[in-house]
């Protein structure tokens, strides 16, 4: 199982960023997937999930700006962040079928 993100960097406050993780190694159309972030001296945090039938859900300090998406033909797993704020800024990881990414970096910053 391998699970790649991408799409990170460096954004003003207001700005937007899509993540994309390329999936590999499993049945990627029957699998939740979830993606998680890391902020500077945070823990782990759920952001969004989306299950095999597209069915979505968020965390409350993401819901109405982050947008979770799937393309099952190209088994990747896409987040779209808008109105991005300081609080943000973290490591961002897809998570599916037991296994956890590498990371792409958000940053947050004016």
């Known amino acids: 199982v391998q699970l790649q993100a991408s799409g990170g960097g460096l954004v003003q406050p207001g700005g937007s960023l899509r993540l994309s993780c390329a999936a590999s190694?499993?049945?990627?159309?029957?699998?939740?997937m979830n993606w998680f972030r890391q902020g500077p001296g945070k823990g782990f945090e759920w952001v969004s999930g989306i299950n095999s039938g597209g069915s979505t859900s968020y965390a409350n300090s993401v819901k109405g700006r982050f947008t979770i998406s799937r393309d099952n033909a190209k088994n990747t797993l896409f987040l779209q962040m808008d109105s991005l704020q300081l609080e943000d800024t973290a490591m961002y990881y897809c998570?599916?079928?037991?296994?956890r990414g590498q990371g792409t970096q958000v940053t947050v910053s004016s």
């Open positions: 998570v599916g079928s037991g296994t």
């Open positions: 190694g499993f049945t990627f159309s029957r699998a939740t």
